[in-house]
């Protein structure tokens, strides 16, 4: 069974660093991309960037290119989302979906991943 | 940066059926997909690269393409398929992947 398995809940305060993980298991790691999804509160999902653990290829919106760092280990088969410093407005559910190389549909989602900043 | 276009809500009764639109420059290139997210919930895929559907979605959701616009279609609406739903796309050059705004469907 195809699994992505993301890290919990956090609460941080404005300027904190923090890296969240999706953990994939059930398929081959290192053939499909991964994508982190981003909804704030009561708003619609935002796509924020991709990576593919194989090669490391790694693409960001121009939203949000530069606010983050996404990352693979594909040893331990988790993929990461880093920010260095966190603001306020990124207080949101994030998801990590998977996707086929040379499709454009993720066909697996973590369970989503609830980051509030707050001071 | 690239955008795809959705009604912000569209309503139906039981049994009727309910087209959702999306509609956006690169839609001729590239193939679409369509999620459905319920409360609380993660997104789940419902139709991909335009017109395929998982398996275990059910037969009464179809998708189509035509030109700078992909729909879907929901014959015989449910109340269990009240929800969002997102179309999901890329721009010309597959490199920028995006969401639709979503559109809220209530079943009346």
């Known amino acids: 069974e195809v699994q992505l398995e993301q890290s919990g809940a956090e609460v941080k305060k404005p300027g904190e660093s923090l890296r969240i993980s999706c953990k994939g298991s059930g398929y081959r790691f290192t053939t499909y991309w991964i994508a982190w999804v981003r909804q704030m509160p009561g708003k619609g999902l935002e796509w924020m960037g991709i990576i593919y653990p194989g090669d490391s290829d790694t693409r960001y919106s121009p939203s949000f290119q530069g606010q983050v760092t996404i990352s693979a280990d594909k040893s331990i088969l988790t993929a990461y989302l880093r920010w260095s410093s966190l603001k306020a407005s990124d207080t949101a559910v994030y998801y990590c979906?998977?996707?086929?190389?040379?499709?454009?549909?993720?066909?697996?989602w973590g369970q989503g991943t609830l980051v509030t900043v707050s001071s | 940066s690239y955008e795809l276009t959705q009604p912000p809500s569209v309503s139906v009764s039981p049994g009727q059926t309910a087209r959702i639109t999306c509609s956006g420059d690169?839609?001729?290139?590239?193939?679409a997909s369509w999620y459905q997210q319920k409360p609380g919930q993660a997104p789940v895929v419902v139709i991909y690269?335009?017109?395929e559907r998982p398996s275990g979605i059910p037969e009464r959701f179809s998708g189509s393409a035509s030109g700078t616009t992909v729909t879907l279609t929901i014959s015989g609406v449910q109340a269990e398929d009240e929800a969002d739903y997102y179309c999901q796309s890329a721009d010309t050059s597959g490199t920028y992947w995006v969401f639709g705004g979503g559109t809220k469907l209530t079943v009346l």
């Open positions: 979906a998977r996707a086929a190389y040379g499709r454009l549909s993720f066909d697996s």
């Open positions: 690169a839609l001729p290139k590239q193939h």
């Open positions: 690269q335009d017109t």
